[in-house]
């Protein structure tokens, strides 16, 4: 059992249900998150190491966590790893460097639902958090088929006939809207502000790098295909014969 970590301080602000874990080691970031964030109505904890934020986030319960990349003693990588891996489907927002192209997708590869690049708008942070806070209270969602693939999204898992496919938070996502959406025929802006959200600023060719990730998951189906249709978008649907 752990005890009361120094560096660890949470701040109950507004009356509020929604609470976010800020694990960040730069103390004026960390400050200015919290006051930002406690203006708009919510409940900070503050962890400035990788080893309490990761205690923070299995002690207790968060409807957001936003992690810094780099930190001592623990990366932000290995709390979402661990945070994921204990069957928790809270959202994760990263900060990343500005140019961190790689963190960006190494992030998302582990589960995170969202980036932000440093220096960032707290307009941006907020919104972006509102964002994940609207996808993650929606309604739950059916069980999709297409063909032999089977994606529950309320479970945040997929088969492909018997055998299920290991997807990241990303690809499931993705994979979800392509099947809410299958046999129509779907563009990249529509797949970013369903998958992602209407604030992403990022590249847009990240949405080919995760429909290459799905293909080759869904390589050995004799019934199920992404096409790409030129200049439109994708659909899944049945494979051509």
Not at 24 to 35: G, I, K, M, Q, Y
Request: with cysteine; proline share 4%.
């Amino acid at each position: 059992m752990h005890g009361v970590y120094p560096d660890v301080e949470q701040t109950n602000g507004k009356e509020t249900t929604v609470r976010v874990l800020v694990v960040e080691d730069e103390r004026p970031l960390a400050t200015a998150l919290r006051h930002t964030l406690e203006a708009e109505g919510f409940s900070v904890m503050l962890a400035s190491d990788g080893i309490d934020g990761d205690w923070a986030a299995r002690e207790h319960d968060f409807d957001v966590i936003v992690l810094d990349v780099m930190l001592p003693g623990m990366s932000g990588y290995d709390i979402c790893k661990n945070v994921r891996a204990a069957g928790d489907t809270t959202p994760i927002l990263f900060l990343t460097a500005k140019d961190g192209e790689y963190d960006e997708a190494d992030a998302l590869d582990i589960g995170a639902d969202d980036f932000v690049s440093k220096p960032f708008s707290p307009v941006v942070l907020v919104a972006r958090l509102r964002a994940l806070l609207r996808r993650s209270s929606a309604g739950p969602d059916p069980s999709l088929t297409v063909g032999s693939l089977r994606v529950e999204p309320e479970r945040h898992r997929a088969w492909l006939g018997d055998q299920e496919l290991h997807l990241t938070a990303r690809e499931l996502g993705l994979l979800s809207y392509l099947a809410h959406r299958a046999d129509h025929v779907v563009s990249k802006t529509e797949i970013l502000e369903h998958v992602w959200d209407q604030a992403f600023d990022g590249d847009a060719n990240v949405v080919e790098v995760y429909i290459g990730h799905l293909r080759r998951k869904l390589a050995s189906s004799t019934d199920v295909s992404i096409e790409t249709v030129r200049g439109v978008g994708y659909r899944l649907g049945g494979r051509k014969r």
